[in-house]
């Protein structure tokens, strides 16, 4: 379907960037996860560069990881396969859907029901 | 799967309320473009209050558009319409994990690439 608003790319697109960068970030917290129980040198570098760079763009972060130090180059990799594997064998993609859909259902009844409740105080307070 | 550093929500959660903020996103792109082509009148209101309310946050838009006067309040409504028929009809989630998929590998060739060209180059260099 077409969707006025986002140049080149379909709205498919879009969100399979944003979900990429969301990966990326999952795929940090697993190896993280990982590092903590067998190899806490390697914990502590990951959160210090954590720390002071943005995961806001997966990619940029990951370059930057590659370029910090042959051992960070490492865990770099580590979050590359991490990231491709999660989202092809454990990423509940039919759950995604499932509970977007009843998400955009609960929210639309939330925000009519307040403001109709809002409008009744307002009423019985006059 | 379990990921640490989600709390009580799983990935999927999260990642279905952050496609809810964007689904939002794309209903006001698809409702401006309605209106601009019937009601022009319509079209300039929800342009002012896009410009002046933030988008990052879906439902804080709608719940702000509702509140804002009665005309508005009906763009609101309509942007709720169109965002739960849109996610139930229009977008295609197939395809979404599909250019997921594609996408997070040609990234990761990508990355791994570009490093190896780089250090050859300072190789070459050298």
Chains 1, 2 share one sequence.
Request: proline share 3%.
């Amino acid at each position: 379907m077409f969707v006025p608003g986002f140049g080149e790319a379909s709205p498919e697109s879009k969100a399979a960037k944003n979900m990429q960068d969301f990966f990326t970030y999952v795929a940090v917290k697993i190896v993280l996860a990982q590092l903590e129980s067998y190899n806490p040198e390697g914990y502590e570098e990951l959160m210090d560069f954590v720390s002071k760079n943005s995961l806001n763009d997966g990619d940029k972060f990951c370059s930057g990881l590659m370029r910090e130090s042959p051992r960070h180059r490492g865990l770099a990799l580590r979050i590359l396969e991490v990231r491709s594997a999660y989202i092809k064998r454990d990423f509940e993609w039919d759950n995604l859907q499932k509970l977007a859909f009843k998400m955009v259902d609960e929210s639309n009844t939330k925000l009519m029901r307040e403001y109709v409740l809002e409008t009744s105080h307002m009423e019985n307070g006059e």
